[in-house]
């Protein structure tokens, strides 16, 4: 594995890493003590727009541009949520910060708040990841124990409340508004845009800024170590460490801290010990469930938002399942469908009946009961859905649906014209 | 008063090559509508806010990358929008091809067959054929309820039910149970949807998801007529379309007037028209011979009147015969009434009010335009139950606090209101004036920038809670107290300190909220004893109702005609009325249902119900509106104008009027502030009175000599209206006593502990007039050491227990065995 | 007046006979606490959610109903809610909860071949109960353990990088323990569990160990397809 200095996993695997006595001695609450004693909200702010962090959780928005659109008047309420209801497929890196170093992301939340001047701030954490919760929970009692939240934090006058809240099982609550929905007690519908950003109006319609967890973490780090080092790492646009999960058919699937721009071949051979022996690579979704399917001509590609693009598809929550020539690629469109019908709130008119309508056509394909006529049916259906949603869900859910019968159409073609399904992996039940 | 309009800025947009104007914040649907081109839509609704879900209404915006949903999208000035190109018609196609993939078609049998927007869209705007091959999710169903049939695989998730229930009712009472393709429309526990305002979301429904109980498959809409009727319930006077069948009423739904009731109705509104074809119809006039009452022509029935009148008069004098009626009646019946009695009899006995004192001097002045109470920054609800009393006047009020708006209630009891007030203050049963004094001084005082009062306790609330809502009012506000301060014994004072409480804060507004569908009119008619038509001062002013039936029950009254007045069961001493009924040596009955009263009668003289003639009504704003016939009369009942016309000519005066439209005339010559109502006049939204607050000189207090009742008796008993009552008019429509019996005492924790009493227990309730038992009701409404009892309870008279010389009833309860 | 027709018998309808037990004391007490954590008490709904399951082992209609009254909501809204979730069950369910994940990363890996086997070796379908109220079985969406495929949550530990043969003695000892060891979800820390690799520790979620058809988790109510 290429030698890099992990920054956010650090203490990954670190005998009892939770603790926030083993964390203060790897340095830890280093960050927030340099930050709320010798630096002003606005050096924060500065710092981090400086050091270019841009959000991992998909859309790769600049975080402190976000923060910007709190307004400068601290009578009005503001909040910071730290979006952790981690739930795209392929995704599973902020379960690990959660997990093992929950005093990083308290730091995180810290920090960010002081930035912005918020009192009082809330982690979303998802709400079937239990141990994380509870070590998240037992950590925020520490740090209360220890004087790093509550009142006057390290004598610096600065007042600021964290509380751990659960989601219930909801994948469309990563979508920042639906998010805020939970976290105000209702259904998780996605709300009404404009306003565009939380910032605007969010928690209890009051300027919110929703970062990504993985993003969040970031902070401290730029803190201690400075904007020109975390600049000096990653590629022109994106900047930083980032964490790839990576996941399917490869020897070695895990998380792995790289610097932005690694090209998705080093992540598959160098990271993640290659394919199974005598494998060929047949598809590669690079960015989580919604991203488009790339084949093996992707595989030069730098894995940073620019580039990924570039070759078609989205970087995502960096989340890259890689599927070998085992895989049927119908089976594999109807297991995302599955799960895009599963999770679509059934707000709007596209989403629900589309997910709804594709899965059911997918199920029949692939069980070898469909026509040609099927396959230009999913077309059809992908372009009567694509732009018309009322949230991305929708627009993500055709994603697999339409990039799967471009690329591989002989795959849907074959269990038309066997009858059955040509693969025997099984990806749907 | 007239309604204030704020003015308005525009934008312009381009919509398919046309240019217009439309205010700023409009939305791009709106705009379309304003230029005819015709959008679907189905979860965008006129009143509600704008939502996205359906995404039927997408159109392409120049310079926009996506289509565009145009119901949730402002218009911005400049805007070029395409709404009828291929394109646009392709992306409807494809949505309204998602809506019937899974939809059953079972048109056939779907109640909303013919009224069906997904019906009428899928034709205009939907997919040739159908691509959809898979088999149709499908729900199964459970019984919501006395008043809405739920049929889950026909809904198209628009929310527009669950939205009325946010925006409009507050209640809350259905919501998205599930998520994704099983979405579905539940309540909770699967149990019924109780809830006053049930029938809107049937409205509502696009398609045939939630469609009448009472009204199911009933008829086809292509086979019904529609009328414009005004309801004949409450003061608010909202617009219903009547839909009829081969003369039978058989639906009401809510007409649109933003003006009054914008869209909507009430649950009682909706439903509570079964009295016009009940069993208890009186078809046909009828007159006493011996102890039995017996059918007779219109021509005996009257002569029989005409005769004993003149007979009393002769012997008695025209003070000897009093006239009541009617709070329903509409300004036609009245104001004819009103002739009968003073031209034709020559008596000033005339009175509409049931045991209420609330001279008619104080009455001008007092309509409030609901548009203006809907803008209002702060709304203070005193004494105004107005989810039961007038209930589409709290749809406005919740829709405005939305938007925005405060509610503070005040009253001596609690009410549904409260759980949506930002503050809610009781005084003490008795303690208005003084409550309403300190409120005005600490109201002058905060407006003055002065210190907050010092003494509380006038009427059992705290300096702090006065000084609270002083602050609370600081920015001017609406007032608005309901029917029962009309009913107090010092319902005079209680309304100059109201009055006064407007004028000490700067932009307050005070309004008064009616209990009947023409209190208003009754009062304008001049059917008050010491008021003509148009307030013309009367200057020797005759009996009210009270003092006319203390003087029937003393024997001094001779003759008593009452019209459209349930005397037994509404007025608040029943011992009262018993006596009077059962002593006055004659008594006409004027009404359309049989009753305790028509049977004691000796001329019966058979009405029209509301749905069977014209006239107008005078609702709580002062909005005079006219409401058309829906169906021919059931049975021989003539207009209630009518048989006055001919009593009049009887009596030997000419009447004047041969239709329905002279006696308009007759009204608008008579009263100045109906001078629009005539019928070529009479704008389509009704047209709000012109009337001031009046110096008209105050009478000498009508209130009675009242005097505090035993202490031996612990509690303080308080009635008043409730939506759903066991009156004349709703005891034929079985969904009310489901929707929320009337019939309880409601009492307060302490109390009930005390006497061993447990939620739903029976109780018996004593006062010195009379003895009933009723369930209890212990939840939290009323204060310890008092009860409240609906008026007009199915089961239960609380007039039995009350009389009007008392300021404050008291009562004891005890566990019955 | 006109009689009212009875109704064609167009309609089937289904009778519920919801369970309105009250919430106990002690989970009143912790839903009023959870109620401080936040300026506005609805936010609390989801929090106090999970306090009513846990109290009596699944969602019932007296817990939401007790929910609603303190958080000041209608039931109705309550209902909605909890039903948009999928970690409130509706109805009761086994004493231990197996939650296969089958989204993709985990089906590349065999995660639909360990669903499979379990339904086999259980004798259930995904979504059922064993009839001695031991096991539910489900297979669910993506749990964010792709890395570590396939897996599967037993309560609410992630048992990691499952082989069958792994699945197989998970049973064998589950099917051992005693019942009614209920672990509650938002529970007390542990500070000497380590979450990768396999779990040693097996716990159901609540107290009730009613046996049930089906499992009321996320399930589409009353949704037949």
Same mark, same amino acid.
């Given at each position: 594995?290429?030698?890099?200095?992990?920054?956010?996993?650090?203490?990954?695997?670190?005998?009892?890493?939770?603790?926030?006595?083993?964390?203060?001695?790897?340095?830890?609450?280093?960050?927030?003590?340099?930050?709320?004693?010798?630096?002003?909200?606005?050096?924060?702010?500065?710092?981090?727009?400086?050091?270019?962090?841009?959000?991992?959780?998909?859309?790769?928005?600049?975080?402190?541009?976000?923060?910007?659109?709190?307004?400068?008047?601290?009578?009005?309420?503001?909040?910071?949520?730290?979006?952790?209801?981690?739930? &795209?497929?392929?995704?599973?890196?902020?379960?690990?910060?959660?997990?093992?170093?929950?005093?990083?992301?308290?730091?995180?939340?810290?920090?960010?708040?002081?930035?912005?001047?918020?009192?009082?701030?809330?982690?979303?954490?998802?709400?079937?990841?239990?141990?994380?919760?509870?070590?998240?929970?037992?950590?925020?009692?520490?740090?209360?124990?220890?004087?790093?939240?509550?009142?006057?934090?390290?004598?610096?006058?600065?007042?600021?409340?964290?509380?751990?809240?659960?989601?219930?099982?909801?994948?469309?609550?990563?979508?920042?508004?639906?998010?805020?929905?939970?976290?105000?007690?209702?259904?998780?519908?996605?709300?009404?845009?404009?306003?565009?950003?939380?910032?605007?109006?969010?928690?209890?319609?009051?300027?919110?800024?929703?970062?990504?967890?993985?993003?969040?973490?970031?902070?401290?780090?730029?803190?201690?170590?400075?904007?020109?080092?975390?600049?000096?790492?990653?590629?022109?646009?994106?900047?930083?460490?980032?964490?790839?999960?990576?996941?399917?058919?490869?020897?070695?699937?895990?998380?792995?801290?790289?610097?932005?721009?690694?090209?998705?071949?080093?992540?598959?051979?160098?990271?993640?010990?290659?394919?199974?022996?005598?494998?060929?690579?047949?598809?590669?979704?690079?960015?989580?469930?919604?991203?488009?399917?790339?084949?093996? &001509?992707?595989?030069?590609?730098?894995?940073?938002?620019?580039?990924?693009?570039?070759?078609?598809?989205?970087?995502?929550?960096?989340?890259?399942?890689?599927?070998?020539?085992t895989t049927c690629m119908v089976g594999a469109a109807l297991n995302l469908l599955h799960f895009f019908r599963h999770e679509s709130c059934g707000k709007c008119t596209p989403c629900r009946e589309g997910t709804d309508w594709l899965f059911k056509v997918l199920r029949r394909l692939e069980a070898g009961k469909g026509t040609e006529d099927d396959i230009s049916l999913l077309?059809?259906?992908?372009?009567?859905?694509?732009?018309?949603?009322?949230?991305?869900?929708?627009?993500?859910?055709?994603?697999?649906?339409?990039?799967?019968?471009?690329?591989?159409?002989?795959?849907?073609?074959?269990?038309?014209?066997?009858?059955?399904?040509?693969?025997?992996?099984?990806?749907?039940? | 008063?007239?309604?204030?309009?704020?003015?308005?800025?525009?934008?312009?947009?381009?919509?398919?090559?046309?240019?217009?104007?439309?205010?700023?914040?409009?939305?791009?649907?709106?705009?379309?509508?304003?230029?005819?081109?015709?959008?679907?839509?189905?979860?965008?609704?006129?009143?509600?806010?704008?939502?996205?879900?359906?995404?039927?209404?997408?159109?392409?915006?120049?310079?926009?990358?996506?289509?565009?949903?145009?119901?949730?999208?402002?218009?911005?000035?400049?805007?070029?929008?395409?709404?009828?190109?291929?394109?646009?018609?392709?992306?409807?196609?494809?949505?309204?091809?998602?809506?019937?993939?899974?939809?059953?078609?079972?048109?056939?049998?779907?109640?909303?067959?013919?009224?069906?927007?997904?019906?009428?869209?899928?034709?205009?705007?939907?997919?040739?054929?159908?691509?959809?091959?898979?088999?149709?999710?499908?729900?199964?169903?459970?019984?919501?309820?006395?008043?809405?049939?739920?049929?889950?695989?026909?809904?198209?998730?628009?929310?527009?039910?669950?939205?009325?229930?946010?925006?409009?009712?507050?209640?809350?009472?259905?919501?998205?149970?599930?998520?994704?393709?099983?979405?579905?429309?539940?309540?909770?526990?699967?149990?019924?949807?109780?809830?006053?305002?049930?029938?809107?979301?049937?409205?509502?429904?696009?398609?045939?998801?939630?469609?009448?109980?009472?009204?199911?498959?009933?008829?086809?809409?292509?086979?019904?007529?529609?009328?414009?009727?005004?309801?004949?319930?409450?003061?608010?006077?909202?617009?219903?379309?009547?839909?009829?069948?081969?003369?039978?009423?058989?639906?009401?739904?809510?007409?649109?007037?933003?003006?009054?009731?914008?869209?909507?109705?009430?649950?009682?509104?909706?439903?509570?028209?079964?009295?016009?074809?009940?069993?208890?119809?009186?078809?046909?006039?009828?007159?006493?011979?011996?102890?039995?009452?017996?059918?007779?022509?219109?021509?005996?029935?009257?002569?029989?009147?005409?005769?004993?009148?003149?007979?009393?008069?002769?012997?008695?004098?025209?003070?000897?015969?009093?006239?009541?009626?009617?709070?329903?009646?509409?300004?036609?019946?009245?104001?004819?009434?009103?002739?009968?009695?003073?031209?034709?009899?020559?008596?000033?006995?005339?009175?509409?009010?049931?045991?209420?004192?609330?001279?008619?001097?104080?009455?001008?002045?007092?309509?409030?335009?609901?548009?203006?109470?809907?803008?209002?920054?702060?709304?203070?609800?005193?004494?105004?139950?107005?989810?039961?009393?007038?209930?589409?006047?709290?749809?406005?009020?919740?829709?405005?606090?939305?938007?925005?708006?405060?509610?503070?209630?005040?009253?001596?009891?609690?009410?549904?209101?409260?759980?949506?007030?930002?503050?809610?203050?009781?005084?003490?049963?008795?303690?208005?004036?003084?409550?309403?004094?300190?409120?005005?001084?600490?109201?002058?005082?905060?407006?003055?920038?002065?210190?907050?009062?010092?003494?509380?306790?006038?009427?059992?609330?705290?300096?702090?809670?006065?000084?609270?809502?002083?602050?609370?009012?600081?920015?001017?506000?609406?007032?608005?107290?309901?029917?029962?301060?009309?009913?107090?014994?010092?319902?005079?004072?209680?309304?100059?300190?109201?009055?006064?409480?407007?004028?000490?804060?700067?932009?307050?507004?005070?309004?008064?909220?009616?209990?009947?569908?023409?209190?208003?009119?009754?009062?304008?008619?001049?059917?008050?004893?010491?008021?003509?038509?148009?307030?013309?001062?009367?200057?020797?002013?005759?009996?009210?109702?009270?003092?006319?039936?203390?003087?029937?029950?003393?024997?001094?009254?001779?003759?008593?005609?009452?019209?459209?007045?349930?005397?037994?069961?509404?007025?608040?001493?029943?011992?009262?009325?018993?006596?009077?009924?059962?002593?006055?040596?004659?008594?006409?009955?004027?009404?359309?249902?049989?009753?305790?009263?028509?049977?004691?009668?000796?001329?019966?003289?058979?009405?029209?119900?509301?749905?069977?003639?014209?006239?107008?009504?005078?609702?709580?704003?002062?909005?005079?509106?006219?409401?058309?016939?829906?169906?021919?009369?059931?049975?021989?009942?003539?207009?209630?104008?009518?048989?006055?016309?001919?009593?009049?000519?009887?009596?030997?005066?000419?009447?004047?009027?041969?239709?329905?439209?002279?006696?308009?005339?007759?009204?608008? &010559?008579?009263?100045? &502030?109906?001078?629009?109502?005539?019928?070529?006049?009479?704008?389509?939204?009704?047209?709000?009175?012109?009337?001031?607050?009046?110096?008209?000189?105050?009478?000498?207090?009508?209130?009675?000599?009242?005097?505090?009742?035993?202490?031996?008796?612990?509690?303080?008993?308080?009635?008043?209206?409730?939506?759903?009552?066991?009156?004349?008019?709703?005891?034929?429509?079985?969904?009310?006593?489901?929707?929320?019996?009337?019939?309880?005492?409601?009492?307060?924790?302490?109390?009930?502990?005390?006497a061993g009493i447990a939620d739903g227990d029976m109780v018996t309730v004593s006062s010195e007039f009379g003895v009933v038992t009723v369930p209890a009701k212990v939840r939290g409404r009323v204060e310890p050491g008092t009860a409240f009892m609906p008026l007009k309870a199915t089961g239960f008279r609380s007039n039995t227990l009350t009389s009007v010389t008392r300021t404050?009833?008291?009562?004891?309860?005890?566990?019955?065995? | 007046?006109?009689?009212?027709?009875?109704?064609?018998?167009?309609?089937?309808?289904?009778?519920?006979?919801?369970?309105?037990?009250?919430?106990?004391?002690?989970?009143?007490?912790?839903?009023?606490?959870?109620?401080?954590?936040?300026?506005?008490?609805?936010?609390?709904?989801?929090?106090?959610?999970?306090?009513?399951?846990?109290?009596?082992?699944?969602?019932?209609?007296?817990?939401?109903?007790?929910?609603?009254?303190?958080?000041?909501?209608?039931?109705?809204?309550?209902?909605?809610?909890?039903?948009?979730?999928?970690?409130?069950?509706?109805?009761?369910?086994?004493?231990?909860?197996?939650?296969?994940?089958?989204?993709?990363?985990?089906?590349?890996?065999?995660?639909?071949?360990?669903?499979?086997?379990?339904?086999?070796?259980?004798?259930?379908?995904?979504?059922?109960?064993?009839?001695?109220?031991?096991?539910?079985?489900?297979?669910?969406?993506?749990?964010?353990?792709?890395?570590?495929?396939?897996?599967?949550?037993?309560?609410?530990?992630?048992?990691?990088?499952?082989?069958?043969?792994?699945?197989?003695?998970?049973?064998?000892?589950?099917?051992?323990?005693?019942?009614?060891?209920?672990?509650?979800?938002?529970?007390?820390?542990?500070?000497?569990?380590?979450?990768?690799?396999?779990?040693?520790?097996?716990?159901?979620?609540?107290?009730?160990?009613?046996?049930?058809?089906?499992?009321?988790?996320?399930?589409?109510?009353?949704?037949?397809?």
């Amino acid at each position: 594995m290429p030698d890099f200095e992990p920054v956010l996993l650090k203490n990954r695997y670190v005998d009892r890493s939770w603790d926030i006595d083993v964390y203060e001695s790897r340095g830890g609450y280093a960050a927030t003590r340099k930050g709320l004693t010798t630096m002003s909200p606005e050096d924060v702010s500065k710092e981090v727009a400086d050091a270019n962090l841009r959000g991992r959780g998909g859309a790769g928005f600049p975080a402190a541009r976000k923060w910007s659109f709190i307004p400068k008047d601290v009578s009005i309420p503001r909040y910071v949520v730290m979006n952790a209801d981690e739930s &795209e497929p392929g995704t599973y890196k902020d379960r690990q910060l959660l997990e093992w170093d929950p005093h990083q992301c308290i730091e995180a939340m810290i920090l960010s708040s002081y930035a912005v001047q918020a009192k009082l701030s809330y982690i979303f954490i998802r709400g079937e990841m239990s141990l994380a919760a509870e070590r998240l929970e037992h950590a925020v009692h520490q740090a209360y124990a220890k004087g790093y939240l509550g009142k006057n934090i390290l004598g610096t006058g600065y007042d600021f409340d964290l509380h751990i809240h659960r989601g219930a099982g909801a994948y469309i609550c990563g979508e920042e508004t639906s998010l805020l929905e939970a976290l105000e007690g209702h259904r998780g519908n996605p709300r009404l845009r404009p306003p565009y950003f939380p910032a605007a109006k969010g928690l209890y319609y009051y300027p919110t800024v929703v970062n990504n967890c993985e993003t969040l973490c970031c902070v401290p780090h730029i803190v201690e170590r400075g904007a020109q080092w975390f600049a000096g790492i990653g590629t022109e646009k994106s900047k930083g460490p980032k964490l790839y999960c990576i996941s399917g058919h490869v020897m070695k699937p895990d998380i792995y801290e790289a610097p932005f721009g690694i090209t998705l071949r080093q992540l598959i051979y160098d990271y993640a010990g290659g394919l199974r022996p005598g494998r060929t690579l047949k598809a590669v979704i690079p960015g989580g469930a919604s991203a488009a399917i790339l084949g093996p &001509e992707s595989l030069d590609m730098p894995m940073d938002f620019e580039g990924v693009a570039a070759a078609g598809s989205m970087l995502g929550s960096a989340a890259v399942i890689i599927m070998d020539d085992t895989t049927c690629m119908v089976g594999a469109a109807l297991n995302l469908l599955h799960f895009f019908r599963h999770e679509s709130c059934g707000k709007c008119t596209p989403c629900r009946e589309g997910t709804d309508w594709l899965f059911k056509v997918l199920r029949r394909l692939e069980a070898g009961k469909g026509t040609e006529d099927d396959i230009s049916l999913l077309l059809r259906l992908t372009d009567n859905m694509d732009g018309k949603c009322f949230c991305l869900l929708g627009e993500s859910a055709l994603v697999p649906v339409r990039t799967s019968i471009q690329r591989f159409r002989e795959d849907y073609e074959r269990h038309v014209v066997e009858g059955k399904c040509p693969y025997e992996l099984h990806l749907a039940h | 008063m007239t309604e204030t309009t704020p003015k308005v800025e525009t934008v312009n947009v381009t919509i398919d090559g046309q240019t217009i104007a439309v205010p700023k914040g409009s939305l791009l649907i709106e705009a379309c509508r304003a230029l005819d081109i015709d959008v679907p839509f189905f979860c965008w609704h006129p009143h509600m806010s704008p939502f996205g879900a359906c995404r039927q209404c997408l159109v392409k915006v120049e310079k926009m990358p996506k289509p565009v949903a145009s119901c949730t999208t402002q218009v911005a000035d400049g805007m070029v929008v395409y709404a009828s190109t291929d394109e646009v018609k392709q992306w409807r196609e494809g949505i309204v091809g998602f809506l019937l993939a899974n939809h059953p078609l079972e048109c056939p049998t779907c109640d909303k067959g013919g009224e069906c927007d997904l019906q009428n869209i899928s034709f205009k705007h939907g997919p040739r054929h159908s691509l959809f091959r898979e088999n149709k999710r499908h729900f199964i169903d459970y019984d919501m309820g006395p008043t809405v049939v739920r049929d889950m695989d026909r809904c198209i998730q628009c929310q527009r039910c669950i939205r009325f229930g946010l925006e409009w009712s507050g209640d809350h009472g259905i919501e998205f149970f599930g998520r994704g393709a099983a979405t579905n429309i539940g309540t909770f526990a699967r149990g019924p949807f109780l809830s006053k305002f049930s029938g809107n979301v049937t409205e509502v429904c696009p398609v045939g998801a939630l469609t009448s109980e009472p009204f199911r498959l009933k008829a086809r809409p292509w086979e019904m007529r529609s009328a414009s009727v005004v309801c004949p319930h409450c003061a608010v006077g909202c617009n219903l379309t009547a839909n009829t069948r081969q003369n039978e009423l058989l639906r009401i739904t809510g007409r649109e007037n933003v003006q009054v009731n914008v869209c909507w109705t009430c649950d009682k509104g909706k439903f509570g028209v079964d009295f016009v074809n009940s069993d208890r119809r009186l078809k046909t006039p009828f007159y006493r011979r011996g102890d039995r009452l017996v059918p007779a022509s219109w021509p005996e029935a009257l002569t029989e009147v005409a005769r004993r009148f003149q007979e009393i008069r002769e012997a008695d004098g025209p003070g000897a015969i009093g006239f009541i009626g009617s709070q329903k009646a509409s300004n036609e019946d009245v104001f004819m009434f009103q002739r009968l009695a003073r031209e034709g009899v020559g008596t000033a006995n005339i009175d509409h009010r049931m045991g209420d004192t609330l001279p008619a001097s104080l009455i001008p002045g007092t309509g409030l335009p609901l548009n203006d109470i809907a803008r209002a920054k702060t709304i203070v609800l005193f004494a105004a139950d107005v989810r039961e009393e007038t209930p589409v006047v709290w749809l406005r009020i919740h829709n405005a606090q939305l938007k925005g708006a405060k509610v503070i209630v005040i009253d001596e009891r609690g009410s549904e209101a409260d759980a949506f007030a930002q503050q809610s203050v009781r005084y003490r049963p008795g303690g208005e004036t003084s409550f309403l004094r300190l409120l005005t001084a600490a109201v002058a005082q905060a407006a003055a920038g002065g210190s907050p009062p010092s003494e509380g306790d006038g009427a059992g609330v705290s300096v702090e809670t006065l000084t609270q809502l002083a602050n609370a009012l600081k920015g001017g506000f609406v007032l608005l107290a309901g029917p029962r301060v009309a009913a107090k014994p010092d319902s005079a004072e209680i309304v100059r300190a109201l009055w006064g409480l407007a004028d000490a804060a700067p932009g307050a507004r005070f309004g008064l909220l009616h209990l009947n569908n023409n209190t208003r009119g009754a009062y304008d008619m001049g059917a008050v004893p010491d008021h003509g038509p148009g307030w013309q001062q009367i200057t020797h002013p005759g009996l009210n109702t009270a003092q006319m039936l203390q003087a029937a029950a003393d024997g001094k009254l001779k003759a008593l005609y009452v019209l459209g007045s349930d005397l037994v069961s509404s007025f608040p001493d029943a011992a009262l009325v018993k006596k009077a009924l059962e002593t006055v040596p004659f008594l006409v009955v004027q009404d359309i249902l049989t009753s305790e009263m028509s049977r004691q009668a000796d001329v019966v003289l058979p009405g029209l119900s509301f749905a069977e003639r014209e006239g107008t009504y005078t609702n709580l704003e002062g909005r005079i509106q006219a409401s058309v016939k829906a169906v021919e009369p059931l049975g021989g009942g003539r207009p209630d104008w009518e048989i006055c016309a001919a009593l009049l000519a009887a009596l030997g005066v000419a009447p004047g009027v041969l239709n329905v439209e002279d006696v308009t005339r007759q009204i608008a &010559e008579a009263v100045p &502030e109906y001078e629009n109502a005539v019928p070529d006049r009479l704008p389509a939204e009704g047209a709000l009175e012109v009337d001031e607050r009046t110096t008209l000189a105050a009478p000498p207090p009508m209130g009675h000599a009242a005097a505090e009742g035993s202490a031996a008796l612990p509690l303080i008993l308080l009635t008043g209206p409730v939506l759903f009552d066991g009156g004349p008019l709703t005891t034929d429509t079985a969904a009310f006593s489901e929707l929320e019996p009337s019939g309880y005492i409601d009492l307060a924790e302490p109390d009930a502990a005390s006497a061993g009493i447990a939620d739903g227990d029976m109780v018996t309730v004593s006062s010195e007039f009379g003895v009933v038992t009723v369930p209890a009701k212990v939840r939290g409404r009323v204060e310890p050491g008092t009860a409240f009892m609906p008026l007009k309870a199915t089961g239960f008279r609380s007039n039995t227990l009350t009389s009007v010389t008392r300021t404050v009833q008291r009562v004891r309860i005890d566990k019955a065995q | 007046m006109t009689e009212t027709p009875a109704h064609p018998p167009i309609r089937i309808l289904t009778k519920s006979s919801p369970d309105m037990r009250p919430l106990s004391e002690a989970a009143r007490a912790k839903i009023t606490k959870l109620m401080t954590r936040y300026p506005r008490k609805q936010s609390a709904l989801l929090p106090a959610l999970f306090v009513a399951q846990a109290d009596h082992g699944y969602l019932t209609h007296g817990g939401i109903r007790d929910v609603a009254k303190m958080i000041g909501v209608t039931p109705t809204e309550v209902e909605g809610v909890a039903t948009f979730y999928t970690m409130f069950a509706k109805r009761p369910v086994g004493q231990h909860v197996l939650q296969v994940c089958t989204t993709l990363s985990c089906a590349l890996c065999g995660g639909i071949e360990l669903l499979h086997h379990l339904e086999h070796r259980l004798g259930v379908k995904a979504g059922e109960s064993t009839p001695d109220g031991k096991f539910t079985l489900m297979g669910v969406e993506c749990l964010a353990s792709c890395g570590t495929a396939p897996m599967m949550q037993v309560n609410d530990l992630y048992v990691e990088n499952l082989t069958i043969e792994q699945a197989d003695r998970l049973i064998d000892e589950l099917q051992e323990k005693p019942g009614n060891y209920g672990r509650e979800i938002a529970g007390h820390y542990d500070p000497n569990y380590r979450g990768l690799g396999s779990g040693t520790r097996y716990q159901s979620i609540g107290q009730e160990n009613t046996p049930a058809a089906g499992t009321g988790l996320g399930d589409n109510h009353d949704l037949q397809s």
